[in-house]
């Protein structure tokens, strides 16, 4: 529950969220805001804790390790979500610190995932990456790939995906992505959609996105 003064721009998110919501015919409590905290350090983050807010993205495992500990450590029940690519050789750290993994994209992140989850006894919240566009410059998985590869990720993995993230190009209408990610997540049966960030949020939800990732909306330029 948010409740002190917002600081940044966490209130006119906050604010956009909810209307998106009853434009959507949502319930607000169906979307969690992810606040984006890459780049910013513990002194711009504690000012949003402070406010309530408790589920933060990073981008990258040695960041989050830095900085994060000491913060979760002052503010329980704050969530970690790594939302930047992951590789392999920081899957055993991704797991150790992190409570969802949103990059799941290829079968060597899946294995080494498998191992960590079992090994250390801790289940993060998984979502398999699409690249909707087939970007060759972005992580995901091609969307006439998913099918098989959400399949092996369960099967022949044992991993338990919570949902489907995409980032859709910057040069492109972000809805087709949002649909054609959200037509691949019914499909298979999964409730969460990880889309949208400060430009296209409002449209992400209305599209039935679960997660939207939301950083220079609420920190600024970085």
Same mark, same amino acid.
């Given at each position: ?23 959507? &015919?949502?319930?607000?409590? %169906? ?22 807010? &408790? $589920? ?16 979760? %450590? ?10 930047? +690519? ?15 993994? @949103? ?19 801790? &289940?993060?919240?998984? !979502? $398999? ?6 970007? +060759? ?38 809805? +087709? ?10 499909? @298979? ?11 296209? !949020? ?9 997660? $939207?990732?939301?950083? %220079?909306?609420?920190?600024?330029? &970085?």
């Amino acid at each position: 529950m948010l409740t002190k003064s917002l600081p940044n721009g966490l209130a006119q998110v906050e604010l956009k969220i909810a209307r998106s919501c009853k434009e959507a &015919r949502r319930e607000r409590a %169906s979307v969690t805001l992810i606040a984006v905290s890459k780049k910013f350090d513990a002194a711009a983050i504690s000012p949003v804790l402070d406010a309530g807010q &408790r $589920v933060f993205g990073e981008n990258r495992v040695q960041e989050a390790k830095a900085k994060w500990p000491a913060l979760v %450590s002052a503010y329980p029940g704050t969530a970690l979500h790594l939302i930047g +690519p992951l590789q392999s050789n920081k899957a055993k750290e991704a797991v150790a610190l992190f409570d969802a993994i @949103h990059s799941v994209d290829r079968p060597s992140i899946c294995e080494t995932l498998a191992k960590e989850i079992n090994s250390q006894n801790k &289940r993060p919240e998984l !979502f $398999v990456q699409i690249n909707t566009g087939e970007e +060759p410059q972005k992580a995901g998985i091609a969307p006439g790939e998913a099918d098989a590869f959400i399949a092996n990720c369960r099967d022949k993995y044992g991993l338990v995906i919570s949902g489907l993230m995409c980032i859709p190009p910057v040069n492109e209408a972000p809805a +087709p992505h949002f649909a054609l990610t959200a037509k691949i997540a019914a499909r @298979h049966g999964l409730k969460n959609l990880s889309m949208g960030m400060s430009a296209d !949020f409002a449209v992400a939800i209305q599209m039935g996105a679960t997660h $939207v990732r939301i950083g %220079s909306a609420i920190f600024g330029a &970085r």
